[in-house]
C-alpha cells in the first residue's frame, strides 16, 4: 500500500499553529520570508519511516521550485515519488518523470480533480501498489483514509492517527488479512 498525502492538509502546520500545539515541532519548509511550514517530531519520524519503505507520496499544490524549498524532502525523509502542481508533476527520487508528463499530456486530463485522478491511478499502475488517499477531497475509483482519522482543531494530532492507521493497515497485511 502506498498513501498519497496532501501533507499540507495532514502533516504541517504553519508558524501560529506550530508555536500553540503541545507537542515539539520542527521547520520543514522556508522560504525567502522565512519560516513557514512546520510538523511535529513524532511526524517528521513517521516520515522518514514511511519514505524509507517506499510507501509514502507527498502531494503539494506548488511548482518543482517550492518544493525544494521543503528541506525535508531532501534532508531527512527523501520521497520515492512527490505528486506536485496537484498532481501535474511527478518526482521520482526527486527528479522529474517526463514519462508521466507526456502520459498525462496524452490523457487529455485537464481539471484539477481529474489530473489527481489520473496521477494517483498512475502510481498505482507503475509501482503495482494499492494507493489510498488522504487529501482534502475523495477521489473516484481511489480509496481514502478514514474520515475519523481528520480533526480540523488539532491537525498535527490527525497526522499522529494518519500514520497509526499506515502501521496498522501493514500490519494486518503481513499478516494476511488483505
Known sequence: MIVVVDVEKWLFVQKREADEASVPTILVEKNIEGATWFTSMKILFQLKKWTGQRQFVPL???DEETYRSYEVFHVDAVPPLALLDR???LLVNNQRDESYELALQESGHVSE????????NYIEQVTNNRVVFAGEETIDGVPGVPNELW???DRLDSGRRLFEWIREED?????GHD
Do not use: H, M, V, W
Not at 480533480?113 to 494517483?120: D, E, P
Open 60 to 62: 503539494l499544490p506548488y
Open 87 to 89: 498532481g501535474r508533476t
Open 113 to 120: 480533480a481529474s489530473i489527481l485522478t489520473f496521477a494517483l
Open 151 to 153: 480533526d480540523a482543531t
Open 171 to 175: 500490519a494486518r497485511k503481513e499478516n
